[in-house]
């Protein structure tokens, strides 16, 4: 069965520094990997995946995630985070051979000014 | 914008009554979700569609009942509802291996 951990509820950081965001992931497949955020009372935006190629992937506003198979990793990293990052972002994997999609708990990032 | 809608965005219905929720997509997506989020609780996957043909029923309670005319609409239709089934409902659809587009929820209370 596949499944998503976000083993942090919220992050805290101070803006202008760089922000890391956890997941870990297991499928019994290639794993396609994603995040999104989330802003209060929205639906979901997608920022970036990978499905294959190479580890470090960029995404929408400045994000980016690296993926380390041996340890079954997709970290959500900013280089310099904003106070307008502040929201709700969550992991999620997909068994390539499957539809399903399933998703972690979520992590709270609250940056400072 | 998604290209993904849901209406109502917000529903406060009694736990006798009856109503459905609408998600449409004209991206030409194979697959459409259905999950509900509710407060301190993860994204719950409740129903997966492909090509109008349910893949998935998470173990979701009869109260809630899905339909999938067509690649383009799905519907949940909602009775005799419980106050813990207060929630934000999802939808979302996806071309089939990558990422899922999601509508912005319906806020429902029941009371």
């Known amino acids: 069965a596949q499944s998503v951990a976000q083993p942090e509820d919220q992050v805290n950081v101070a803006e202008g520094n760089p922000l890391t965001v956890k997941c870990t992931y297991s499928v019994s497949g290639n794993p396609y990997l994603f995040w999104y955020v989330q802003y209060p009372n929205r639906g979901l935006q997608f920022l970036l995946k990978?499905?294959?190629?190479?580890?470090l992937v960029k995404g929408s506003y400045g994000f980016e995630a690296e993926f380390n198979k041996s340890q079954t990793s997709f970290h959500l990293k900013k280089p310099s985070a904003l106070v307008s990052d502040s929201a709700l972002y969550f992991c999620?994997?997909?068994?390539?051979?499957?539809?399903?999609?399933?998703f972690g708990t979520g992590t709270r990032l609250q940056v400072f000014p | 914008e998604t290209g993904v809608t849901q209406t109502p965005r917000h529903l406060v219905m009694g736990m006798t009554n009856k109503k459905s929720l609408k998600c449409e997509q004209h991206l030409g997506h194979n697959a459409m979700y259905w999950y509900k989020q509710s407060a301190k609780k993860p994204l719950e996957l409740m129903f997966v569609?492909?090509?109008?043909?349910?893949?998935e029923n998470n173990s979701v309670p009869s109260r809630f009942s899905p339909e999938c005319p067509n690649s383009s609409h799905l519907f949940l239709h909602l009775h005799t509802l419980q106050p813990e089934d207060s929630a934000l409902y999802l939808c979302?659809?996806?071309?089939?291996?990558?990422?899922?587009?999601f509508g912005q929820g319906t806020r429902l209370t029941v009371v």
């Open positions: 990978y499905i294959t190629g190479d580890n």
């Open positions: 569609y492909n090509f109008k043909e349910q893949t």
């Open positions: 999620a994997v997909r068994d390539g051979n499957t539809d399903k999609l399933i």
């Open positions: 979302a659809s996806s071309p089939r291996g990558a990422e899922a587009f």
